[in-house]
């Protein structure tokens, strides 16, 4: 994985030593809160409910074993023993306290980390595709642009003071694990005609109260013309974004009101401009040399099939269970990607404790696993295991709690921290997918309903992407009480869509049921092998409407 | 007629949640909250701003109650977590102490 030079080790350090200046005059009183909060925003701290959040972030979702007991060790020592990964692939620790958080952002700075760019508005956090590297339809490990692109938005002048936030995703492959539909900008790497390996752009995509699916800008864009591709998109929304009103000044606002030809043209006069300048082309030595902080680990030579993975499957069938949806074919033989569920039934979604995180860092070491993934499912991939060993890392997965035989079922629901913490939300999400996780507890029910995303956001700002829910669910306040609308037939995949509200809301003991009325539609309805989502896009709403409403 | 009202803020070091006691100052606990009555709210709120400068609080401001037996009830269910702390970690918040 990338390591730190030694400008981007200062960088951080320095980082955490100004900001121990600005909390000192903070506490001091030299700073008043209107003066101090946007400075501890850039260091990604926020008052929420109960106390300050410290938002980390994760680059392209990659951590080492040495990192992740680092979060353990802060998540222990600073805040209350756990920490919340998010559908940004960042990590929230919910309890900070603002004299310490200083010494917090030092201790990240050892394990070269930081809060950076985790809140305010310029060019947030890179994510991407979580199997980079492993997945058998990937073109290149998507790391290696986000890392370059990691490097040009960080504290980049001209983009650190942008209409709104901005939030990019990169996805290797024509799969899309990295939801890039609905981000500011999009990208899938993708090859041309003549084999040669470009960026597919797409600008415009996002969610809250005002969503849309990216539309593209560019086709094709050349590996050494990336940056000033991007530095162009950057530009025209810098120059012609809103400021005057909050809730308009996202891209997708701008592109939505120019439209997308508008949008293409500007793009592409400014792209002309910056290349005459040559400046941002991106040198191939340069790709290369971060390249090789990205190479794969050594594989072994292993026959395809393993005959004791195999056997186990045989034995046991709670592993057979756990490895039909939480394995993933790799691109090497004899290996596989896992998928550690972070949806344990009845636990919050996306949490994880720091003995958890500490017991996961060991088994790292113990299957020579030098990286783990966060995705913006909220779930944790090892990307590189060899079949023969899945067995016994599902049974230490498994004493951890981390067993849950689940991806991709009714249970791994996505839920935005929502009124148990967060400030800006309506209604709580937490207990809401957790009384849902419940009620589909039974393996068979959920291996019988096949995929089936779930995905609940506390307020209108869709943390918890509801809008591509194959079933969203929203929570709203209704005069001081919380309550749920239903929206249906969202994707945030290759398939993206959003989805459609689909009546009058529900208390939070309603929902449940009008949950379960959906997916009871469901069953009557779909045809053999057919997925929620495809029955519904066959279907329509109408009869999930008739039977979830019928007096 | 108006409803009647609690003054709350997080502190400024901790972030924790408290509440305007009047002659108490500012107390952690909803239940130890001075309950203003008849745009009372206003002029409290006015007088936190001193505390805000002092550095002792941030972000103060009034929410609806109601009163039973002398004691404050949050009516939006917001509040009655903020007082309490996340339904989902009874462990956590005011309802650990």
């Known amino acids: 994985m990338y390591r730190y030079d030694e400008f981007d ?68 020592t600073y805040d209350r023993g756990y920490g919340h990964f998010t559908t940004r692939q960042n990590l929230q620790l919910h309890w900070a306290q603002l004299p310490k958080v200083p010494d917090m952002l030092l201790e990240l700075a050892e394990v070269e980390m930081h809060c950076m760019q985790t809140s305010g508005n310029c060019v947030r956090n890179i994510t991407a595709d979580h199997f980079a590297g492993a997945a058998a339809d990937e073109l290149e490990d998507p790391r290696i642009l986000s890392e370059i692109l990691r490097q040009w938005s960080t504290l980049h002048p001209e983009f650190s003071f942008l209409p709104r936030k901005f939030k990019i995703a990169v996805s290797a492959s024509a799969a899309d694990r990295a939801a890039i539909a609905i981000h500011d900008i999009g990208i899938q790497i993708l090859k041309n005609a003549g084999g040669e390996i470009g960026y597919r752009v797409f600008v415009g995509g996002g969610l809250g109260r005002t969503p849309f699916i990216g539309q593209e800008v560019g086709p094709f864009v050349p590996k050494a013309d990336i940056l000033a591709f991007l530095e162009a998109v950057m530009r025209v929304y810098n120059e012609s974004g809103r400021r005057d009103n909050i809730h308009k000044a996202r891209v997708k606002i701008l592109v939505h009101q120019i439209g997308i030809e508008e949008m293409r043209k500007r793009v592409e006069a400014e792209f002309a401009e910056i290349k005459k300048t040559g400046v941002l082309e991106l040198p191939a030595e340069e790709m290369a040399r971060i390249g090789t ?36 074919t790799h691109k090497m033989p004899g290996y596989a990607i896992a998928t550690i569920s972070l949806k344990t039934i009845g636990e919050t979604p996306g949490d994880c404790s720091s003995d958890q995180m500490d017991g996961l860092a060991t088994v790292m070491d113990a299957f020579d696993q030098a ?42 629901i996505i839920a935005c921290p929502g009124l148990d913490y967060c400030d800006l939300a309506n209604a709580r999400s937490i207990p809401i997918a957790q009384a849902i996780a419940k009620r589909f507890s039974d393996l068979d029910r959920q291996h019988d309903l096949g995929e089936l995303k779930i995905k609940i956001s506390g307020c209108i700002n869709a943390c918890g992407h509801h809008h591509v829910g194959h079933i969203g669910i929203l929570g709203v306040d209704r005069k001081g009480v919380e309550n749920y609308q239903i929206l249906l037939g969202g994707s945030g995949a290759e398939d993206a869509s959003l989805g459609e509200i689909l009546g009058p809301g529900f208390d939070q003991h309603g929902i449940v049921d009008a949950v379960e009325n959906v997916i009871g539609t469901y069953k009557d309805v779909r045809r053999n092998g057919e997925r929620f989502l495809d029955t519904y896009r066959r279907v329509g709403a109408q009869p999930f409407k008739e039977r979830l409403y019928a007096r | ?96 102490d």
């Open chain 1, 371 to 412: 990286e783990i993934r966060v995705t913006h499912e909220q779930n944790l991939v090892l990307p590189h295991m060899r079949q023969r060993d899945l067995y016994a890392l599902w049974q230490k997965l498994s004493a951890l709690d981390l067993g849950a035989a689940n991806h991709g079922l009714v249970s791994d």
């Open chain 1, 293 to 328: 902080y990205f190479a794969p680990p050594k594989f072994e030579d292993l026959p395809r099939e393993s005959p004791e993975f195999e056997s186990k499957k045989r034995e046991n069938r709670a592993f057979a269970d756990w490895v039909k949806t939480n394995v993933h």
């Open chain 1, 9 to 76: 080790a200062r960088l951080v350090r320095e980082r955490a030593e100004q900001f121990r200046g600005q909390v000192e005059r903070r506490l001091a009183g030299e700073l008043t809160e209107d003066e101090f909060k946007p400075l501890r925003l850039m260091n990604g701290l926020y008052l929420q409910l109960h106390s300050y959040m410290l938002r980390i972030a994760i680059p392209y979702g990659t951590l080492s074993a040495r990192q992740l007991r680092k979060l353990a060790f802060i998540a222990r």
């Open chain 2, 1 to 96: 007629m108006r409803m009647p009202q609690v003054l709350t803020a997080n502190r400024l070091v901790v972030g924790e949640v408290v509440y305007w006691g009047g002659p108490a100052g500012w107390v952690q606990r909803l239940e130890q909250a001075e309950v203003l009555m008849n745009g009372a709210g206003e002029a409290a709120l006015a007088n936190a701003a001193e505390w805000v400068r002092k550095g002792e609080i941030v972000a103060p401001y009034l929410f609806d109650v109601r009163v039973n037996n002398g004691v404050p009830a949050p009516v939006k269910v917001r509040e009655v977590i903020r007082a309490a702390g996340p339904t989902v970690r009874r462990d956590l918040g005011k309802q650990a």
